[in-house]
């Protein structure tokens, strides 16, 4: 049985590669359209402030290259950030009841409802 509040320090060595993954790519789209907004809402500017000066100073690195350096470089401003955010995951790194972009679009709604 699935434990439902599993945080992102919970997740084994492989589920937590898996989630950060799946996030790094979900930061990464939204970042290259300059649409964070979302993400700042939580009190990890500072974070997201050093994930952004890595990503700005690699611009001409594909999207796995950079994908890989910023996982490399910047897992534990990472981790603050899913921390931070306090989303569950599955045993399997897979974020629980949602994707990434259906979370954001959740998010989105909200604001924009004034909740």
């Excluded at 809402?41 to 997201?48: A, S």
């Excluded at 594909?62 to 994908?67: F, G, H, M, R, T």
């Amino acid at each position: 049985m699935q434990n439902p509040d599993l945080s992102i320090t919970d997740l084994d060595e492989h589920a937590q590669s898996t989630a950060l993954t799946d996030f790094v790519h979900f930061y990464i789209a939204h970042y290259r359209k300059n649409d964070l907004e979302i993400l700042s809402q939580y009190k990890v500017d500072y974070v997201m402030n050093d994930v952004n000066q890595y990503l700005y100073a690699n611009q001409s690195f594909s999207p796995e290259q950079l994908a890989a350096g910023v996982l490399q470089y910047k897992q534990s401003s990472f981790i603050e950030i899913l921390k931070t955010i306090g989303l569950s995951f599955t045993d399997n790194g897979a974020l629980k009841d949602n994707t990434w972009e259906g979370w954001y679009t959740q998010q989105y709604a909200k604001v924009q409802q004034g909740i």
